[in-house]
């Protein structure tokens, strides 16, 4: 009997399938968002996909992907108590986020797309 173990390309292949956004998304999607990690930001894409007109003015609607959000804050050191501080435990296994929002559609990150051009999702970084 062989074992089948998958390479580390298939992982990472099945992890950006896992993730792609739906296939009406990616046909009416006319920009890109990059955002690249600092010490306050995620990395995240964006998928630019509705115009929204209000009488406020114009937003887009997106499909943010965020692969591997911020961690929570650190725990804080309690001073009047120095016996009851604990040591942080284990960051928790954090999850993918995935969620519609609402962005400028004049963003300067926006890099345009011709609709109907995305077939499979794009990497993160170029």
Known sequence: MKLYVPSVADLAKRAVEALAPPAEILARTFGLIRVHRTETVADSIAYVYERISTPFGERCRAYRITQHPLPAAPHKYDFTDPWRNAPPGRNPDLKPVV????????????????????????????
Do not use: F, N
């Open 99 to 126: 969620e519609t929002v609402d962005v400028s559609c004049h963003d300067h990150r926006m890099e345009p797309v011709v609709p109907g051009s995305l077939k499979t999702p794009v990497p993160q970084h170029p």
